[in-house]
């Protein structure tokens, strides 16, 4: 109620540090008024409801990201500090870490100090901005070990590769991610604030690289308009391996020659060139199935030809696949929470994904993080 409190009280607590075991005295005030008590001292020296102190709470918080909540407990924190805390201790501390992050991305707080990336130039001399976009599923499991249905996690990634045309030394390690459940709306506005931060609207030219998949098209379309949308090379030369299957099931080499040949046409021709060859193919005579899968994958092209330039983008020194974000899936997500026999409580799932994306961040971010005053523990 923000009454006048009254020390009625010293009391004493147990805190787990790196140093060991220590215990220590403090006030505890408490309002007639509202009924509610305090520890101003803890809130000064940042301790939270757990018994662990900031720096605990970190070094447990990076060994719960990175590997099962058991193993950090039993192995990985004791071998490496000493600190010695139950598996279930290591859980909470993790995911609630995790959630009071969530709740700060969400108050539209960033991490690391407001600085532009010296962005890498492209075959024209234009410092040149990515970003990217994807979705994983990740197993959930109900109140009680009941079965539930998965989840997908988005990941998305601000990135500044080293390019081969830009002779300057790159900054290490300068990628920003994004990661958990999110709504396509709620993660545009916080992957845009993050772009802000690391200037991405001083890049000359801006690439959104997609793997086509459903919505992401109109969510780099909103979100960052100036974006030219790049579709992932791979994933469309994977329908063409796809529909090549169907027409030639018995013949391996007819198969490989049409693909190759169509690749070919697609990088230094692009997908205009692929879709006139497909919309040309003769399948008289030709079974329903065969029909079916021609028309799916040549509807495809249809659908992102505008997006298949990439002589263009070979021209321009620009990347074609979705490699980066693919990658950043299974280091964010998968890694930690895609292990044998792995079950999540939503809550928790989330929690990770948000504080393991900010863990591999550009340098800065986590640092940063930890010294909010609003990173206590619930």
């Given amino acids: 109620c923000q009454g006048n409190a009254r020390c009625v009280a010293v009391r004493g607590k147990r805190i787990d540090s790196l140093l060991g075991s220590l215990r220590f005295r403090r006030h505890y005030y408490h309002c007639a008024r509202c ?3 305090c520890f101003p001292r803890d809130q000064r020296v940042g301790l939270g409801a757990a018994h662990l102190t900031p720096a605990a709470s970190e070094v447990a918080s990076i060994a719960g990201v ?10 990985t924190l004791q071998k490496l500090c000493g600190l010695r805390l139950s598996e279930s201790t290591v859980e909470r501390v993790t995911e609630s870490t995790g959630v009071r992050l969530s709740t700060l991305l969400q108050n539209k707080t960033t991490f690391a100090a407001e600085q532009s990336w010296q962005w890498q130039r492209d075959a024209r001399g234009r410092t040149t901005a990515y970003v990217s976009l994807d979705a994983t599923g990740v197993r959930q499991q109900g109140e009680h070990g009941a079965q539930a249905e ?5 990941v998305g990634m601000l990135y500044n590769p080293a390019s081969e045309h830009d ?3 790159k ?6 991610y994004l990661a958990g459940f999110y709504e396509l709306g709620e993660l545009g506005l916080q992957l ?9 609207d001083d890049a000359e030219q801006q690439i959104a690289i997609s793997d086509g998949g459903v919505g992401l098209e109109e969510f780099f379309r909103r979100n960052f308009p100036l974006a030219e949308c790049v579709l992932d090379f791979w994933h469309a030369k994977e329908h063409l391996v796809e529909l090549a299957q169907t027409l030639w099931p018995d013949d391996e080499a007819a198969r490989q020659k049409w693909v190759t040949e169509q690749c070919h046409r697609l990088k230094h021709e692009g997908g205009q060139a692929v879709l006139a060859e497909l919309e040309t193919l003769d399948l008289g005579g030709r079974s329903a199935v065969v029909q079916e899968a021609h028309r799916v994958h040549t509807q495809y092209y249809r659908n992102h030809v505008a997006r298949m330039d990439y002589p263009r983008y070979v021209a321009n020194g620009w990347q074609i696949g979705s490699g980066p974000i693919e990658s950043a899936c299974k280091r964010v997500v998968t890694q930690r929470l895609k292990g044998d026999g792995m079950r999540w409580s939503e809550r928790g799932s989330n929690a990770v994904c948000h504080l393991h994306a900010l863990l591999l961040s550009q340098s800065g971010c986590w640092q940063r993080y930890w010294t909010t005053p609003d990173h206590l523990q619930n």
């Fill in 167 to 169: 002779p300057r030394r």
């Fill in 150 to 154: 998965g989840r997908m996690a988005y």
């Fill in 192 to 200: 845009r604030r993050q772009a802000a931060q690391v200037g991405w």
């Fill in 66 to 75: 990175q590997t099962s909540f058991a193993k950090a407990a039993e192995v």
């Fill in 171 to 176: 900054k290490p390690h300068e990628v920003r």
């Fill in 35 to 37: 009924g509610q008590g």
